[in-house]
């Protein structure tokens, strides 16, 4: 093994340490090293890395520039170690990337979807995409969160889920709301009567009795939005955006109470799984409903 590879592995296991999954950036890492082992180079280079980064020649952009931001986090471990070693200035190979512009739900707007997703068919489906989008309405939970749920994860009698797999590999519980702990209730009393022998111990069923895919949820969700006119040729609103719009009206409430936004931020940051509160200003900048305090912003 040579010596970039035993510092990768170094590395790789201290991230790890710190709760990153980093299962893409280990499989670039250790072909960027085999690059390197191979060419006979012990010492990184902005431009071996660029070039490295940049294989084969029809690479796309995005791809090339997130090769070489996994690169870079490893380089700044080595240029530690030895600063012989070179780390690729920030914005090298970077992409322009255009988030896609939220929607926030009126609550005339979120009590539609939710009447509409009661009138699917066949009844299973209808009873878990009403429970669903409920819940991610009203705990802006993540959708992956929110469908890798088991039944276990689900605390009805003290109104608590877990979530064992957030972002980073975290574990974090989500409080509910009685009115939110009684949906979901009743929502497992239609499950279990609707299908009495699932397949799975996922919390939320597809129809066929297994666990709801993400694919077959964005479906079934944008089959909604465009039955009621909230999808048009121009507007794309997403489930995603169930989030968006919790973290938003969530911080507008607290304002027009006249509550203390910037002290209790961070109790919204750690509800909705954010690693600081200056991720969830991600929320506000793009709704443009909330600005940004000049601390977060700089």
Sequence with gaps: MSALAEHLQD?????RGLGFALSRIDNNLRCFVGYLDAAGERTV???????????PA???????????????????????????????????????????????YSAG??????ATARRLRPPLRAATSQALIGLLASCGMRVGEALALTRADVDLADG???????????????PLHPSVTAALRDYAAARDRLCPAPRTDRYFLSCRGCELRRQEADRIFRTITAGIGLRTDAARPRIHDLRHTFAVRTLTDW??????TQA??????????HVEPANTYWYYSDSRVIPIPASLAA
């Excluded at 590395?11 to 991230?15: A, D, G, K, N």
């Excluded at 190979?93 to 926030?104: C, I, K, S, W, Y």
């Excluded at 608590?160 to 989500?174: G, P, S």
């Design 255 to 260: 304002q027009r109470d006249g509550t203390d």
């Design 264 to 273: 209790l931020l961070p109790v919204l940051s750690t509800y909705l799984g």
């Design 45 to 55: 280079t902005v431009e071996l890395a660029v070039a490295w980064a940049q294989l």
């Design 109 to 114: 707007e979120l009590a539609l979807l939710l």
């Design 160 to 174: 608590m889920i877990i979530i064992r797999h957030a972002k980073f590999d975290r574990v974090r519980l989500v």
């Design 11 to 15: 590395y790789l296991r201290t991230r």
């Design 58 to 104: 029809n690479i796309k952009p995005i791809t090339a520039c997130f090769r070489l931001s996994a690169v870079r986090g490893f380089a700044r471990y080595l240029h530690a170690v030895d600063p012989a070693h070179q780390i690729p200035p920030p914005g090298l190979l970077a992409v322009p990337r255009r988030r896609p512009e939220p929607h926030v």
